[in-house]
């Protein structure tokens, strides 16, 4: 009897190992390919004739990236791919640009590039909590540079595919129906069977895609990503070179893997469907829906319940038909110190602390309802303070993790003050 393969995500880096380029670490992944991990790993591919570069980290990592790539090959850059207009692929594209130089995007990298511009106060903002390193890190010269945001107007805009000769080597540059961002290409060398994906898939290949995000990002559509899988499973790989972490060696691997990632977003997005037409609340199917053995996934960067509440609104919007409230501009909290005043902070917060183990969530709840009467109130704030450990205690989550920790700093920031 053969054994089914276990996911890829159980024996590969979590997604506690993504770091920003503070720490860049770096080295070959293949025959004439180099990675520089930082935000998101920047790759270089030498030829005789040349150099090709995809993805060029944040501003103020491309000066790192580039100095490691000068060490390796000193070779003119003929050519920059970027594999979508996240701030973390192009922002190092005017530190590598040498005259000459083509930088390739996807036709609808500009019109990324714009929508990341437009709201850029709050999304650095709202990203804050996960990334305060390498937000801070913009304030620090690294490699002997002031660090610069690009914001780069590509020279080739691809619409389905290009592809070029580079010394040698064919490189063919093929655009994605659907993926992380509207914008997103993966880079096919089919003489040496290796495709660099990037984050294509989301920030972890083989965890459940991040259809929506804690820091704020337009949502993305399962279906077009199914697509998008199965152009990968179809080039037939033998090698994958994502945005975090080494590479993924061996077809078959490759292939498993694409074919549970597929199926496992496609029942998610069936169960949703399904519920929505049951008549069932969307609390209800975040509760309830989950993935059958077969399908497995981690959930280091997306999560089920979250994803299902992604698919949930990008087929019905905000309105969830539970209360007249969600209406109007009077969110639940405006009430809570009324709430307060008629239940007792005291009361309130003993009730949060009892539940503070074993029912976090609703021990936040309450906690927040006394804290809204008196902020400083020490036994609410204590209360949730040990309900966020206790979550802390069972995420496994990146944005989760992160979140949890900004809220427990803070609670105990509060706890110190008051």
């Keep these: 009897m053969t054994m089914a393969r276990p996911p890829l995500w159980r024996s590969r880096p979590t997604a506690f190992d993504i770091q920003p380029a503070t720490t860049v670490r770096h080295g070959p992944v293949a025959d004439g390919i180099f990675v520089s991990e930082g935000t998101t790993n920047s790759y270089l591919v030498v030829t005789p004739a040349g150099r090709l ?3 060029t980290g944040l501003g103020f990592e491309a000066p ?16 920059i791919v970027l594999t979508q207009g996240h701030v973390d692929h192009v922002g190092g594209v005017d530190c590598f640009r040498e005259p000459g130089t083509e930088v390739v995007a996807h036709a609808l990298n500009p019109a990324q590039q714009a929508d990341d511009a437009r709201i850029q106060p709050f999304r650095t903002r709202r990203s804050y909590f996960a990334w305060a390193a390498a937000i801070d890190g913009k304030r620090r010269p690294q490699g002997g540079a002031v660090p610069v945001q690009s914001r780069p107007t590509p020279t080739v805009l691809v619409r389905d595919r290009f592809a070029f000769e580079l010394g040698g080597l064919r490189v063919e540059v093929i655009a994605c129906t659907g993926a992380e961002t509207p914008d997103s290409l993966v880079v096919w060398l089919p003489d040496r069977r290796t495709l660099i994906t990037s984050n294509v898939f989301s920030a972890l290949f083989g965890h459940f895609p991040n259809l929506v995000t804690l820091r704020g990002d337009r949502y993305r559509d399962p279906l077009p990503y199914v697509v998008t899988l199965d152009l990968v499973r179809g080039l037939a790989p033998e090698t994958l070179l994502i945005g ?6 061996g077809r078959d691997a490759i292939a498993d893997e694409l074919d549970r990632m597929k199926g496992a977003v496609l029942h998610v997005h069936d169960a949703v469907v399904a519920a929505m037409n049951a008549g069932q609340d969307v609390w209800t199917a975040m509760r309830e829906i989950a993935l059958p053995p077969e399908l497995e996934q981690g959930e280091g960067y997306g999560r089920i319940d979250w994803s299902v509440r992604a698919i949930w609104e990008l087929y019905a919007g905000w309105f969830h038909h539970r209360s007249t ?6 969110p639940p909290w405006t009430v809570h ?5 008629l239940a007792g902070p005291d009361r309130l917060a003993d009730a949060a602390a009892a539940r503070a183990a074993t029912a976090p969530v609703e021990a936040i709840h309450l906690a927040e309802v006394a804290l809204a009467a008196e ?12 309900a966020h450990r206790t ?3 069972r995420a496994v989550n990146f944005w989760e993790t992160r979140w949890l920790e900004h809220e427990i700093a803070r609670l105990e920031r509060a706890l110190g003050a008051s």
């Design 53 to 55: 570069v995809v993805n």
């Design 375 to 386: 902020p400083a109130h020490r036994g609410a704030l204590a209360a949730s303070l040990a």
């Design 337 to 341: 110190a009324e709430l307060a005043a």
């Design 391 to 393: 979550l802390r205690g």
């Design 244 to 249: 975090h972490g080494g590479p993924i060696v």
């Design 325 to 330: 409230t969600e209406l109007y501009p009077v």
């Design 64 to 79: 790192v990236h580039k100095a490691y790539f000068d060490s390796v090959d000193r070779g003119p850059l003929r050519w």
